[in-house]
């Protein structure tokens, strides 16, 4: 076993859908792991596993979970990230594997708000001597569940920008790129931008959505007006206004497929047909 998994890993946000495929497959691989979640309840996790209750806003209630691990796996929070860096240097953590979005080194998006958290978090880190290997997805396909309670309600999907074309990454995919890092890959290798193997429309993965339900799905193109209200409902006016900038830069042919995928696990990325076929009962 590699020098770095001496001491058992932690896991955070271990239900979330990126951090249960790192738990599953660093047990897979043997790796003694902890596991946490902000109020873990019993049965949530697989037996045997160490849990621990810890928030990232909240850096005291981290100490335990943090004491005697060797590598944390963690996801990109602003509020209370210097006390979460100084938590993990006073535990002596020799390696944070942190969650962080492929937009921060992307040319186009490097400046859109909605990446602001990410950057400020990878700052934090890289500014103190806690080493950090960032994992950075571009486009998750996760973000297609968005959709699901409006195809299930209607049958149908309302779409800002439907051309625009992504290259959306399984999040099983970026959990095994995770487990490199955890297992002793280093940032050269595994913290480019990761995507799905090709770029496909919006329009093209709701059919593929489709495809996996049986039924054919239409797509209405809502105005940029109409989807600045749309998302308004969930998230602030700023933001709404960075995700609506981000599908322009997407139509705009801005959102590419990388390698990275390909170069860090030796096999290609998992293409949207199957993450569809994976999530197919989010969508009935
Ligand atoms: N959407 C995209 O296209 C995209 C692109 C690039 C990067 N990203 C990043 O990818 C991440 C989403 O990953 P995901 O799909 O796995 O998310 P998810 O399924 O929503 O899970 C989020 C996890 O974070 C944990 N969490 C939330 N607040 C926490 C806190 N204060 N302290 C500790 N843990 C906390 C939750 O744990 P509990 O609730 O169990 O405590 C949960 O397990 C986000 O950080 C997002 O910014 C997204």
Known sequence: ?????????????????????????????GVPVRASARRPRPGQFPDGVEVFAADLTDPASLVPAFDGAGQVFLYAHREGVDGVVETARAAGVERVVLLSSGSVIHPTSAGNPITREHREVEAAFADSDVPVVPIRPLVLATNALRWASEIRATGGLELYRPQAMTAPVHE?????VACAALTGAAASEVSGMLTGPVRLSLRGQVAAIGRALGTEIPVTELSREAALRAFSQDMSDSDAEAVVRFFDDAAAGNSPATSTVQDVLGYPPTGFDTWAADHVDDFR
Do not use: I
Request: charged letters at 30%; hydrophobic letters at 45%.
């Open 172 to 176: 099983r995919d970026v959990a095994a």
């Open 1 to 29: 076993m590699p020098d770095l998994l001496r001491k058992p890993t932690l896991v955070m946000g271990a239900r979330g859908s990126v951090g249960k495929f790192v738990l599953r497959r660093l047990l897979d691989k």
